[in-house]
């Protein structure tokens, strides 16, 4: 088999993964009135992203071969698609979900929820934490060994992703970190995607020992070994290697992001004041020569 041939045939259309998937954009959609706008396209670049991540060879190759290739699915569940989602809900959708309408404090359930797992110290543990746990070798070989545990796998990394990017790129403002405390809570996550990348890439090969000698099914370990010359050691510093530095540079690029938002919020404020300004100038003319007419 040859890399065009997998890269067109290793695609699993999982009923599950489509119905998901089809419920996310038809309950968003319905919701919007089926009003398109720049954040509906992110939001459904959100769910893009996820499909395939899911279904296509990225899946095949990290559920039966490549552990380099399961480290990019799993970098696209935490780290590509929570934001892209979370970036396309409006506030008033949000609000709404939640139950908080404007102005006025919602006290259900689910936002007393809200309001603990969106703390930075809690949300940033819950994200950062389930990375780790999921890594450590008695849970990640479980999950390639039992398919619902692998499911319930990505299940969590989308959930605990989503809380930790809830308070940097969350539709609510109000809720959002302000921008110092949100730059070390970013950089917090770099250091700790840095270091497990570190430990992933330099542990000695057959730390998850199914990628050692894996039953191949497809027909593709010859590809993998040969042509792509990757040896179960070479494929396991690759994955750390991904986590280490692609992974870090997310976390970096986020608070960038961050920082440059904060630099220029003081010259959108002064655009703003002056906008308004201008608006209100041509009003206040014809009154002051009404007075003048007057007296």
């Known amino acids: 088999m040859t890399t065009s041939q997998l890269l067109l045939s290793a695609w699993h259309w999982h009923p599950s993964v489509l119905l998901g998937c089809a419920a996310l954009i038809a309950g968003y959609l319905a ?4 009003r398109l706008s720049r954040a509906a396209l992110t939001y459904l670049a959100g769910v893009l992203v996820l499909l395939v991540a899911l279904l296509s060879p990225i899946h095949a190759l990290g559920d039966q071969y490549l552990f380099s290739a399961h480290m990019l699915q799993h970098l696209l569940l935490v780290q590509a698609v929570p934001p892209l989602l979370l970036l396309g809900i409006p506030a008033w959708l949000a609000r709404q979900a939640l ?6 404090a919602g006290r259900s359930a689910l936002v007393a929820a809200e309001h603990v797992l969106s703390q930075p110290h809690i949300a940033w543990l819950i994200g950062i934490g389930a990375m780790w746990v999921w890594h450590l070798p008695a849970f990640y070989n479980a999950t ?3 398919q619902s545990i692998h499911i319930v796998e990505h299940l969590c990394f989308l959930a605990t992703a ?3 990017w809830w308070p940097i790129v969350g539709p609510l403002p109000e809720r959002r970190l302000a921008p110092l405390v949100a730059a070390l809570y970013l950089f917090a996550a770099m250091l700790a995607s840095s270091v497990l990348g570190i430990i992933l890439t330099f542990a000695p090969p057959g730390l998850y020992p199914a990628y050692l000698r894996p039953a191949d099914t497809l027909g593709i370990l010859p590809l993998l070994r040969q042509q792509w010359g990757l040896s179960p050691a070479a494929d396991q510093q690759l994955g750390g290697l991904l986590m280490w530095v692609p992974g870090s540079l997310v976390y970096f690029g986020a608070l960038i992001a961050t920082l440059a938002r904060w ?7 002064a655009m703003s004041a002056a906008t308004i300004g201008e ?5 206040s003319v014809p009154h002051e020569r009404r007075r003048s007419h007057v007296a």
């Open 31 to 34: 919701a919007l009135k089926f």
């Open 99 to 104: 139950g908080l309408p404007p102005g006025r």
């Open 144 to 146: 390639l060994v039992h």
């Open 162 to 164: 989503t809380i930790f």
């Open 263 to 269: 630099y220029r919020a003081p010259e959108e404020e």
């Open 279 to 283: 608006v209100r100038e041509p009003s």
